[in-house]
RNA sequence: GGGGCUGUAGCUCAGCCGGAUAGAGCGACGGUUUCCUAAACCGUAGGUCGUGGGUUCGAGUCCCGCCAGCCCCGCCA
């Protein structure tokens, strides 16, 4: 989406900092090949393509800030040594003005390299420039759709969607926090965002759910703030044990299913407890976790489940197999070599979860719904094939629009120490609040035993604070540095760890900052100054700010929070390794004051980016 | 049987349209503190990128085969 496409650099409606300092150059570039090799470019125009810089950034600090590698590919059409290609661009250069204001003098190395390092006052010039802006560089309202017409209409993201009369448990863990990462992150960057939870709120349970509740605590129906269902969880369990037990409980539950889909009110009003219930404690771990959701669930899309098949059917994609209604995939075969069909519809009439999430792609992407530009779904990676299939009919049946995207964001298991899925003691799903629990636990432990150490005292309050937000950052923070993609390995030990990269770590680099505030640093003052660097390490922090405009540009495309995570792990480092070997308040003017201004950029970056992980920070831990 | 994901250092993981000598962290070993929180910093050791082919000037990255682990495959979500 934003800055996609087969070439990086190429001009897109995102002006950023880096980003556009990157474009320049690529134009540059471009054009110094096209008057070194004119044959060349025109070749590559007539074929429907431009000579490509193949400008990345610097694999090494000591190569530079970029390095442009399209010398390389030309050598054998052109019949020279990549070196001689890359010198006759390089000289080509030479002669563009506003080349010679950015970088200084290119240098050939390796096998045809051209590495390019930008002006120190030009790059002095740009941190100054972020000092000045709230968004420290990062452009709003990218992804405009290059005037295609592409509708401005909502990006969706769908994530946490627990089920109803269940507990959240360590399952949901990624879906909720990867996605409000995301749904952070697009918000960042100026698109409306509707982050909807879709819980299972609908579906054959609830006939033995609403048949125990009528039986145990009829008083709740007539007055619902008089019972407190307590543990659903419990509840959920009678109910199950009774329902495998006693055969008419089982004939009572089913009707109860009946009259439920049939709208009879007692039986609503029952559900409706139910969901209430469910809520409220799901609102504790969303509170906790500071998460906003819009619930919507699967029972939202019932009155269009019907037309979705009828739909289906006018469309001719609907196919009836041994009494079920389905729609047969293209280029998925299952057993036999034969087409892998989605049910859309059981023999029995009723509707599955294949019907809903149809019915809810129609519903997001229709003007009469959501009219969402981009559907975003953060599901285990199990579900691939169900979302590949659903997001093909959808497609056959015409129901995403011309531009609009749909993606299924997938992550992998949370496992145990073992390498297994990850489990209690007694091999029972982990619940998500005793995880929690267990982290803010372990960070008090710490604390408690550092300020020991250390001889400090604080009072309860803050130990509870910072508790509190180590805990549930180690946790977050562990589960979005991993990319999503592969299992992920739930350790207490290594997420709390205040070394490596972790919560633990970022945070304290942000402390130390504070730290300097209160020791007398007027960082605020110090941004208006003018700003002088003499020293690798400034430069190192210097060069490591500047990148977040890119970085925040790849994660709102690729979708990986791990990609932010680095960045702010790898800034944290530099940082300390400035902080370690320059000083600070100590030094003179003009370098106290410069130092200082970066000191601002650098906890303005990282509380800005521990933000977006849904992560918020510290003044002392 | 078909499909998907994964396989990189002792452990946990990065590796961004293919680009320079494959990078971190932890752990191990060795150093650094009259100075802004040492929860830090500096250094050393450690890899046949599962395996065999192929494409390419160049492959951890792309293509094909094979091996191993996990997941999915008609009326649960």
């Known amino acids: 989406m934003a800055c996609a496409g087969d070439d990086r650099w190429a001009p897109c409606p995102c002006s950023a900092a880096m980003l556009r300092i990157a474009q320049t150059l690529n134009g540059q570039l471009r054009a110094a090949m096209e008057r070194a090799f004119p044959e060349a470019a025109q070749q590559a125009s007539a074929a429907g393509q431009a000579l490509d810089p193949q400008l990345a950034p610097a694999s090494k600090p000591e190569f530079g800030d970029f390095q442009a590698n399209g010398a390389l590919p030309l050598a054998k ?114 698109h409306p965002v509707l982050r909807l939870n879709h819980v299972g709120d609908w579906g054959t349970q609830f006939g033995m759910l609403i048949t125990h509740l009528k039986q145990v605590a009829p008083e709740a129906l007539e007055h619902p703030d008089a019972v407190d269902l307590g543990d659903l969880v419990a509840f959920y369990r009678q109910a199950k044990a009774r329902f495998d037990a006693d055969e008419a409980f089982q004939a009572t539950a089913r009707e109860e299913v009946v009259k439920l889909q049939g709208g009879d009110p007692v039986s609503l009003k029952a559900w409706g407890l139910l969901c209430e219930q469910s809520r409220r404690e799901f609102q504790q771990i969303y509170d906790r976790l500071d998460i906003r959701l819009v619930e919507r669930g699967e029972s939202f899309y019932n009155p269009y489940l019907q037309k979705v098949v009828d739909d289906l059917n006018a469309a001719t994609l609907l196919v009836t197999d041994d009494g079920a209604r389905c729609v047969f995939l293209e280029g998925m075969s299952g057993k036999d070599g034969k087409p892998l069909p989605l049910i859309v519809q059981k023999r029995d009439g009723g509707f599955n979860y294949a019907s809903t999430d149809l019915a809810a792609i129609r519903y997001r992407f229709s003007q009469a719904g959501d009219g969402a530009s981009r559907v975003i779904y953060v599901t285990d990676a199990g579900q691939a094939s169900h979302f590949a299939g659903v997001f093909q009919v959808a497609r ?226």
């Not at 070196?83 to 003005?97: D, F, G, K």
């Open 77 to 190: 059409p052109l019949g020279q040594p990549p070196r001689a290609i890359a010198q006759a661009i390089v000289a080509q250069l030479a002669s563009e003005p506003a080349f010679a204001q950015l970088c200084l003098e290119p240098v050939i190395a390796g096998p045809g390299f051209i590495n390019l390092t930008l002006r120190p006052e030009r790059l002095a010039a740009e941190v100054g420039a972020r000092l000045a802006d709230p968004r420290l560089g990062v452009p709003v309202g990218a992804n405009q759709g290059a005037g295609q017409g592409v509708s401005a209409g909502p990006v969706i993201v769908d994530f946490s969607s627990p089920n109803i009369a269940k507990e959240m448990h360590v399952g949901h863990l990624r879906s909720t926090i990867i996605g409000d990462c995301l749904a952070r992150v697009l918000e960042f960057r100026g």
């Open 396 to 621: 056959r049946a015409g129901w995403i629009p011309q531009g609009a995207s749909v993606e299924h964001v997938p992550f992998g298991l949370v496992q145990g120490d073992d390498g297994k899925k990850l489990k209690t003691r007694s091999g029972d799903t982990v619940r998500l609040k005793d995880l929690l629990d267990g982290a803010v636990q372990r960070a008090e432990a710490d604390l408690r035993l550092r300020l020991d150490q250390e001889g400090r005292t604080e009072d309860g309050a803050f130990i509870q604070h910072v508790a509190h937000t180590v805990g549930l950052a180690a946790v977050k923070y562990a589960d979005l540095s991993t990319n999503r993609i592969t299992n992920y390995q739930f350790s207490f030990d290594r997420m709390l760890a205040l070394t490596g990269n972790t919560a633990p770590y970022l945070l304290y680099a942000v402390v130390r900052i504070a730290g300097i505030a209160r020791k007398g640093g007027d960082l605020e003052a110090a941004a208006a100054a003018h700003l002088t660097f003499t020293e690798a390490q400034e430069w190192a922090l210097v060069r490591e700010l500047l990148k977040l405009d890119a970085v925040i540009a790849e994660v709102e495309e690729e979708l990986l929070p791990n990609r932010l995570c680095s960045y702010l792990f790898e800034l944290s480092q530099v940082f300390n390794r400035f902080y370690d070997q320059v000083p600070v308040l100590k030094a003179e003017e003009p370098a106290r004051s410069s130092r200082l201004a970066l000191c601002l950029l650098t906890t303005g970056t990282l509380k800005l980016g521990l933000g977006l992980l849904g992560i918020p920070t510290l003044e002392r831990m």
